[in-house]
C-alpha cells in the first residue's frame, strides 16, 4: 500500500509542476496520471505563457489586463499573485531547458496576444505547452528518487478521512486492473478539465471532469461552473488554431468578404478577448453573415502573415491545415468557428491551493477554480495558472505534510470501488453504450449551453443532462476483462461528466446575465448590481446540486466597462 | 460515404490465444483520420478493442500504430492516403501494433520496457552552464529554433516501431532517445557536450549503431528526422570534438569519404583496413587491428570468393570512375569542404521566402552559429 507525503493526481503542467515543487520542499512524492505524463492534454497549448518578463512590462499590467479580461469576475488577489510570480517562474523554465524563441540579441521574444495591453507572450513556436511539459518530464525522471511514478493508473475516488480531512485515493492499474490505496498527508487534484462534456471541443478525450467530480463527491465546492470558453477559431471538426495565428497578424473575414472585428473590437481587431471574438463570428454565423458551404464558419485568413514566419512561428498549424482540412494556410483562409475549449470554473481552492472545508486536498490546473480566469480566460493565462498554482500547491502541501500524520486508510476501502467497477464489467447488457449518451451529451451541450444561451434552452439542457446522468449509472460496455479495460473507465468517465455537466448548466440558469463567457441572449447586459458574485454548487447526502454563492474579491480594481 | 474496411491485429493476454485479426467495416470520408474509423469500430462494435489516442490531433503522441504496414499516427493519417498501401488495391486498411516494443493488448505496446528505457540512456535533462543567470541565457536565436526541431518529438514510438538497426541490435539506443540527445547537445546551455558525445559515441549500440536506412525519417509523423539528428551528432562528435571512439566509428565514416574522393567510388577491400587501422594508404592493412578483423573475417571472405560475389583482381586494383565522372564527385567534394562553415539542414528555419517559393535556405549548423 504506497504511502506519501504528497500524491498528486495528473500529471499534465500543474500535477509535474506541483510534484517538482514538493520534492525540492523535501517530501516524498507520487505523481499518478491516467496516461503517460507527456500525453496529458497540456501537451496541447499551442501559443505562449504570459508573463511580464520584459523591463519595459509590469505585472500590474498582466494583472489589470488579466482582472478585465475575466470581466471583473476573476479574484484579484489570486489575480495578483498569478502575475506577480509568472517572471520568475517563466525565468525557471527557461532555465531547465525550455527552447523559448528568442530575438536577435538572443533573449527571450514575446508575441502579441488576445487581450494583452502588451506582447508578453513567451513561446516555443506553436508547441509551447509541449516543450515545457517535456521539459518538466525530463525533471521527474532526473528526481525519480523522490518522486515515484504511477503511470496509467485511473483514480477512481478520493478518500475522505474520518475527521473530514483527505486521505489519498484509491486508484486502478489500468494495465493489470490491480487496485490500491494510494495514503497521502496532502493530495493535489491536477487532473485538467472538462471539454469532453462537450461535442465538437478541442480538448482532449481524456479531458472529462474526472477531478472535478470525485472532489465534488466528497464535498467540495465546484465555482463559476457556468464560465465555458468557446476559442474563436477552431476547425470546422473542433481541432484548434492558436491563438497565435491572430497574434502573428491573421484576420478574421465573413462570408461577405468583410474583415468584421471592427464593428466589435474597434481597438483591439481579431486580438480582443476570446468571449468578445467568439461571439462577434457567433453573431455574424446568426445574422447569415458566415462563410463556407452552410454559412456555418468564419474565414481565418493567414496568408497576410509573411510565409517565412508563418513556417518558423506556426509550423503545427501548417501541418493542422494540410491534414485535417486539406487547406494550405499560407496560401489561402482556413474556415472556422467557434468551439468548446476551456473551463473557468472548477474546485473552489484558495491561492495555495487548499480546498476550503477539505483539509488536505489541494487543486491546481484547469480543474481548479483559484479564480483568476472569472468569467474569461485570457490566452496564454492558462499555462501560467497551472504551474503558479501547481507550484504553491506543492509547496503548501509539502509543508503541510510535516505537521501532519500519515493516514492509513483499511485496505477494505479498496472494495468499494472494486465492487462498482466489478458490477459494471459483470453486468448484462442491457441499454444504450457509453458513447451513444456521451455523444448525447456532447451534442446537447453544444446545442443549448454554447456561446449564446437561454432560459428555455438551458432548462430544456437541464432536463436531458439530469436523464443521461441516471442513464450513465448502467450504460452498456463490452470489455469483460482486466488488462487495459479502457470500456470500464470510460463507464466511470461518463458518470463524471454527467454529473459535471449538470453544474455547468444549474450555474448559466442561475446567472441571468450576460458576463464574460456567460452570454444569455434573454440577459444581454452584464448586471454588477445583482451578480457581481460567484456561483459555488456542492453536492448534498444524496449527491443532489445545492447552489451556493461567494464573494469576489476586489483589490485595487473596480468594474468598469469593459470594451477592446 | 466510402466504405472500407478495417483489418485489426487483435490480441487478448488474458485468453492465452494467439493474436488474430478482426474485421470490420465502416463508412468514412476520405479526409477522416484512421484514428476516427478506429473509433468508430469501438464505439459502435466492440469496446474492448484495446487502443491509446487522446488528442487527435498528432500532439500528444499515443496513437502510433503501423496502417498497411506504414508506422505513424492513426489520427493524422487519413483513410484516403492509407489505402494507397492496401495489399489488394482495395479500401482495406491493415492496422497492427508498432514493432520492436512488446504488445500488452490489441494495439497497445509497452513503451515503458523499450522506448522510455532508452531516452533514459542519454541523460534526458539539461545539464546546464553555470552559474545560472538571473534572467535568461543569452543564446544564439537560431540554436533555440534549431534544437526545437528535436524538441517538437512527441514521443510517440512510429520511429522505434520500424528501426532496422534496433531490430538486428535491440540494445541500439534508437532513434528517438538520439534525437532527444541531440536536443540537448544542439543547446548551447547545456555544459555536458563533450561527455554526452563522449558517451554515445563509444557505447557499443550508441551513435554508430545506426545503418542509415531512413526509415525513421519516413515514420516520423512530426518531422524530427531522427537520422539526420544522429547524423549531426557523429558530424559533432568526429569533427569538433575529435573523438575517436572504440566503436570505429569515426573513422569507418572517414574511410568512406577518403576512398570516394579518390576513387570516385567506393574500393571496397580498402574500408576494413581504414576502418579499423587508420585512415591512410598502409598505415591502417598493417595495424593489428586490421589483422584481427581479417583473420576473423576469413570465412566470410572466403565465401563470398567461391560465390564470386568477390574477385582478388578487385581486391588488388580498385574500380575508378571516367576521368570526367571522378571530376564531377571532385567537385561536390571541393563544394562542401570550401565552405567556411559546415552547412546543416534544419526543418524549423529552412524557410519559404516572401513570395511563397521554397528556396533551398540553409541553416548553419549551431556550432558555426556561436562561433
Redesign the interface.
Known amino acids: 500500500m504506497p504511502s506519501h507525503d504528497v500524491l498528486i493526481i495528473g500529471a499534465g503542467l500543474a500535477g509535474q509542476r506541483a510534484a517538482l515543487e514538493a520534492a525540492r520542499a523535501g517530501a516524498s512524492v507520487a505523481i499518478l496520471s491516467k496516461?503517460?505524463p507527456?500525453?496529458?492534454?497540456s501537451?496541447?497549448a499551442a501559443g505562449g505563457i504570459n508573463g511580464a518578463v520584459k523591463v519595459t512590462d509590469s505585472w500590474e499590467s498582466h494583472a489589470y489586463d488579466t482582472v478585465k479580461g475575466s470581466d471583473f469576475l476573476g479574484d484579484q488577489d489570486a489575480i495578483e499573485v498569478m502575475c506577480r510570480e509568472a517572471p520568475a517562474e517563466i525565468?525557471h523554465l527557461?532555465?531547465?531547458?525550455v527552447?523559448?524563441?528568442?530575438?536577435?540579441?538572443?533573449?527571450?521574444d514575446a508575441r502579441a496576444f488576445g487581450g494583452a495591453s502588451e506582447k508578453r507572450t513567451f513561446y516555443?513556436?506553436d508547441?509551447t505547452g509541449?516543450?515545457i511539459l517535456?521539459?518538466l518530464y525530463?525533471?521527474l525522471?532526473?528526481h525519480s528518487e523522490q518522486i515515484d511514478r504511477y503511470?496509467e493508473w485511473f483514480t477512481t475516488s478520493l478518500i475522505l478521512n474520518e475527521d473530514g480531512s483527505c486521505g489519498g485515493c484509491i486508484a486502478r492499474d489500468i494495465?493489470t486492473g490491480r487496485m490500491e490505496v494510494f495514503n497521502a498527508k496532502s493530495t493535489i487534484l491536477a487532473s485538467g478539465g472538462a471539454g469532453q462534456i462537450f461535442k465538437p471541443t478541442t480538448n482532449?478525450?481524456?479531458c472529462t471532469a474526472d477531478g472535478m467530480a470525485q472532489a465534488y463527491d466528497i464535498g467540495a465546492q465546484l465555482m463559476d461552473m457556468e464560465m465555458i470558453q468557446y476559442h474563436p477559431t477552431c476547425m470546422m471538426n473542433g481541432?484548434?488554431i492558436t491563438e497565435g495565428a491572430r497574434g502573428e497578424g491573421a484576420h478574421l473575414i465573413n462570408g461577405e468578404g468583410e474583415r468584421f472585428m471592427g464593428k466589435y473590437a474597434p481597438n483591439k481587431f481579431e486580438l480582443a478577448s476570446r468571449d468578445v471574438v467568439s461571439r462577434a463570428e457567433q453573431t455574424e454565423i446568426n445574422e447569415g453573415r458566415g462563410a463556407g458551404p452552410d454559412k456555418a464558419g468564419i474565414y481565418l485568413d493567414v496568408t497576410v502573415v509573411?510565409?517565412?514566419r508563418i513556417?518558423?512561428a506556426l509550423?503545427?498549424i501548417v501541418?493542422?491545415g494540410k491534414?485535417?482540412?486539406?487547406v494550405d494556410i499560407?496560401?489561402e483562409p482556413i474556415l472556422i468557428r467557434p468551439g468548446q475549449h476551456y473551463i473557468m470554473g472548477g474546485v473552489r481552492t484558495n491561492v495555495d491551493g487548499e480546498v476550503p472545508n477539505l483539509p488536505g486536498l489541494y487543486a491546481a490546473g484547469e480543474v481548479a477554480c483559484v479564480s483568476v480566469h472569472g468569467g474569461n480566460r485570457l490566452g496564454a493565462n492558462s499555462l501560467l495558472d497551472t504551474l503558479i498554482f501547481g507550484k504553491r500547491s506543492g509547496a503548501h502541501a509539502a509543508a503541510r505534510a510535516s505537521d501532519v500524520t500519515m493516514p492509513s486508510a483499511p485496505t477494505s476501502r479498496i472494495e468499494v470501488d472494486a465492487k462498482k467497477l466489478a458490477k459494471i464489467i459483470s453486468r448484462e447488457r442491457t441499454g444504450r453504450?457509453?458513447?451513444?449518451i456521451k455523444d448525447e451529451l456532447g451534442t446537447t451541450m453544444n446545442q443549448n449551453c454554447a456561446v449564446y444561451r437561454t432560459q428555455e434552452g438551458l432548462e430544456k439542457q437541464l432536463d436531458i443532462v439530469q436523464r443521461l446522468k441516471e442513464e450513465a449509472k448502467t450504460a452498456a460496455?463490452?470489455?469483460?476483462?482486466?488488462?487495459?479495460?479502457?470500456?470500464v473507465l470510460?463507464h466511470v468517465e461518463l458518470e463524471y461528466m454527467t454529473k459535471v455537466a449538470e453544474t455547468i448548466v444549474i450555474g448559466a440558469l442561475e446567472r441571468k446575465e450576460s458576463r464574460g463567457a456567460q452570454a444569455r441572449a434573454d440577459f444581454p447586459d452584464r448586471n454588477d448590481a445583482d451578480y457581481l458574485k460567484h456561483y459555488t454548487i456542492t453536492g448534498d447526502a444524496e449527491g443532489q446540486p445545492v447552489l451556493g454563492e461567494a464573494p469576489i474579491t476586489f483589490t485595487k480594481w473596480e468594474p468598469e466597462v469593459r470594451s477592446y | 460515404m466510402p466504405e472500407y474496411t478495417l483489418r485489426i491485429r487483435r490480441y487478448n493476454p488474458e485468453t492465452g490465444e494467439a493474436p488474430y485479426w478482426d474485421q470490420y467495416t465502416v463508412e468514412l470520408e476520405p479526409h477522416e483520420a484512421v484514428l476516427t474509423g478506429i473509433l468508430a469500430v469501438k464505439n459502435r462494435f466492440d469496446g474492448s478493442l484495446g487502443v491509446r489516442c487522446s488528442c487527435r490531433s498528432a500532439i500528444c503522441g499515443s496513437c502510433g500504430m503501423r496502417i498497411n504496414g506504414q508506422p505513424g499516427l492513426a489520427c493524422n493519417t487519413q483513410v484516403g492516403d492509407a489505402i494507397k498501401k492496401s495489399k489488394d488495391g482495395t479500401n482495406l486498411i491493415e492496422i497492427e501494433p508498432m514493432g520492436n516494443m512488446p504488445v500488452i493488448k490489441d494495439l497497445i505496446v509497452d513503451m515503458d520496457a523499450v522506448h522510455w528505457k532508452k531516452v533514459g540512456r542519454v541523460t534526458p535533462w539539461l545539464l546546464a552552464k553555470q552559474p545560472v543567470p538571473e534572467r535568461e541565457y543569452i543564446v544564439p536565436r537560431e540554436s533555440m529554433v534549431d534544437v526545437t526541431q528535436t524538441m517538437a518529438c512527441i514521443q510517440c514510438g512510429s520511429c522505434v516501431s520500424d528501426c532496422l538497426a534496433m531490430e538486428a541490435d535491440p540494445e541500439f539506443i534508437g532513434p528517438a532517445a538520439l534525437a532527444k540527445a541531440y536536443r540537448f547537445i544542439g543547446d548551447p546551455r547545456d555544459a555536458q557536450h563533450q561527455q554526452r558525445l563522449d558517451d554515445l559515441a563509444n557505447d557499443k549500440h550508441g551513435l554508430y549503431t545506426c545503418t542509415h536506412c531512413f526509415k525513421c525519417i519516413d515514420a516520423c509523423p512530426k518531422d524530427v528526422a531522427p537520422m539526420s539528428q544522429i547524423m549531426r551528432l557523429r558530424r559533432l562528435a568526429g569533427q569538433d570534438h575529435h573523438i575517436e571512439d572504440v566503436n570505429n566509428g569515426e573513422r569507418h565514416e572517414q574511410a568512406f569519404v577518403v576512398l570516394i574522393k579518390k576513387y570516385g567510388i567506393l574500393a571496397e577491400a580498402d574500408v576494413v583496413p581504414r576502418s579499423y587501422g587508420g585512415n591512410g594508404i598502409t598505415a591502417g592493412k598493417l595495424a593489428p587491428a586490421t589483422m584481427q578483423q581479417v583473420v576473423s573475417s576469413l570465412p566470410f571472405m572466403g565465401k563470398a570468393l567461391l560465390r564470386g560475389k568477390m574477385k582478388v583482381k578487385d581486391v588488388l586494383i580498385p574500380h575508378r570512375l571516367e576521368k570526367s565522372d571522378l571530376a564531377e564527385v571532385r567537385a561536390i567534394y571541393d563544394t562542401v569542404l570550401g565552405r567556411e562553415k559546415r552547412l546543416e539542414l534544419n526543418l524549423y528555419i529552412t524557410g519559404y521566402d516572401e513570395d511563397g517559393e521554397p528556396t533551398t535556405e540553409l541553416a548553419s549548423d549551431k556550432e558555426g552559429a556561436t562561433a
Open positions: 496516461v503517460h507527456v500525453r496529458s492534454h501537451v496541447a525565468l527557461e532555465h531547465l531547458g527552447t523559448f524563441h528568442r530575438n536577435a540579441d538572443g533573449q527571450m516555443v513556436a508547441i509541449q516543450a517535456h521539459v525530463e525533471q525522471m532526473k503511470e494495465r482532449a478525450l481524456i481541432f484548434l509573411p510565409t517565412k513556417h518558423e509550423r503545427e501541418n493542422l491534414d485535417f482540412a486539406g499560407t496560401k453504450r457509453v458513447s451513444e460496455i463490452d470489455d469483460k476483462g482486466t488488462v487495459f479495460n479502457q470500456d470510460g
